[in-house]
């Protein structure tokens, strides 16, 4: 899979692409990243980026001419993949939009700056907008980093363990179980009987009621979309049964 990143701090994004699970699967071919920096397409002297908005108010706003020429330079015109602007305004980032995205060959990721870019960049250029929360950051780059690291980690061979994207929390639309190493006793504090026991099935049943647990107790939101299990609701029930918690802290619809 190939990705694109467009941004004018392309050094803000090389060392974090170089390290761990992003740069061994650059190593075994699984990806391809390449940076560009949007100041290369300027044609004035101080290499302008950035202009001031009609109409006034405070901050900057980045320039459609050195965006579009970079874009369009790299990847034709019109692009030869989808172009996504790194935006507060785009949909909000998750595990099924990661799901989409790894399963496409090549992906373009715009990294705005300032108060955003010229609007005309938004019409005519860009094929989506991703936001990774409700929050807004001082420009696109840390953004499309979440975005690539999210997505190599469900190529397939880009984890060492064939099933580890599928495991963590929100692929199964619940936040993962508890994990634990050695030693079996730290500072007093054990690790769960039932981890140590070889019973694999006993252990994965506990997986389970543990991540119902972790997802009822930390984001209910999330177990209701799910449509769980019979066992998976007496699970449920029985999680809720043995809390000590007021009666209007437990919901009654998860």
Same mark, same amino acid.
């Given at each position: 899979?190939?990705?694109?990143?467009?941004?004018?701090?392309?050094?803000?994004?090389?060392?974090?692409?170089?390290?761990?699970?992003?740069?061994?699967?650059?190593?075994?071919?699984?990806?391809?990243?390449?940076?560009?920096?949007?100041?290369?397409?300027?044609?004035?002297?101080?290499?302008?980026?950035?202009?001031?908005?009609?109409?006034?108010?405070?901050?900057?706003?980045?320039?459609?001419?050195?965006?579009?020429? *970079?874009?369009?330079? &790299?990847?034709?015109?019109?692009?030869?993949? /989808?172009?996504? %602007?790194?935006? +507060?305004? #785009?949909?909000?980032?998750?595990?099924?939009?990661?799901?989409?995205?790894?399963?496409?060959?090549?992906?373009?990721?715009?990294?705005?700056?300032?108060?955003?870019?010229?609007?005309?960049?938004?019409?005519?250029?860009?094929?989506?907008?991703?936001?990774?929360?409700?929050?807004?950051?001082?420009?696109?780059?840390?953004? *499309?980093?979440?975005? &690539?690291?999210?997505?190599?980690?469900?190529? /397939?061979?880009? %984890?060492?363990? +064939?099933? #580890?994207?599928?495991?963590?929390?929100?692929?199964?639309?619940?936040?993962?179980?508890?994990?634990?190493?050695?030693?079996?006793?730290?500072?007093?504090?054990?690790?769960?009987?039932?981890?140590?026991?070889?019973?694999?099935?006993?252990?994965?049943?506990?997986?389970?009621?543990?991540?119902?647990?972790?997802?009822?107790?930390?984001?209910?939101?999330?177990?209701?979309?799910?449509?769980?299990?019979?066992?998976?609701?007496?699970?449920?029930?029985?999680?809720?049964?043995?809390?000590?918690?007021?009666?209007?802290?437990?919901?009654?619809?998860?």
């Amino acid at each position: 899979m190939r990705f694109d990143i467009f941004t004018l701090f392309p050094e803000v994004c090389e060392t974090y692409l170089q390290t761990g699970i992003l740069e061994k699967a650059r190593q075994h071919n699984l990806v391809e990243f390449h940076m560009h920096n949007i100041r290369d397409w300027t044609y004035d002297r101080h290499h302008t980026t950035d202009d001031m908005p009609y109409g006034g108010g405070g901050g900057m706003v980045m320039k459609p001419e050195p965006i579009f020429a *970079a874009v369009e330079s &790299v990847l034709g015109s019109p692009p030869t993949c /989808p172009v996504i %602007l790194m935006s +507060p305004q #785009g949909r909000r980032f998750n595990h099924k939009i990661a799901e989409d995205l790894s399963r496409l060959p090549h992906i373009a990721l715009l990294c705005g700056r300032y108060e955003g870019v010229d609007e005309r960049v938004v019409e005519h250029l860009v094929n989506d907008q991703i936001s990774v929360g409700d929050y807004v950051l001082s420009g696109g780059e840390l953004p *499309a980093l979440s975005i &690539v690291d999210a997505v190599t980690r469900l190529i /397939p061979g880009a %984890l060492g363990d +064939p099933d #580890g994207a599928w495991d963590d929390s929100h692929a199964s639309g619940l936040l993962e179980y508890p994990h634990y190493t050695r030693p079996p006793e730290f500072r007093g504090w054990k690790v769960p009987e039932i981890l140590l026991s070889g019973n694999h099935a006993a252990i994965n049943r506990w997986r389970r009621e543990q991540s119902l647990l972790r997802t009822f107790l930390q984001r209910p939101d999330l177990l209701q979309a799910q449509s769980l299990s019979a066992t998976d609701q007496k699970a449920l029930d029985q999680l809720k049964k043995s809390l000590d918690l007021p009666n209007e802290n437990i919901p009654d619809n998860v």
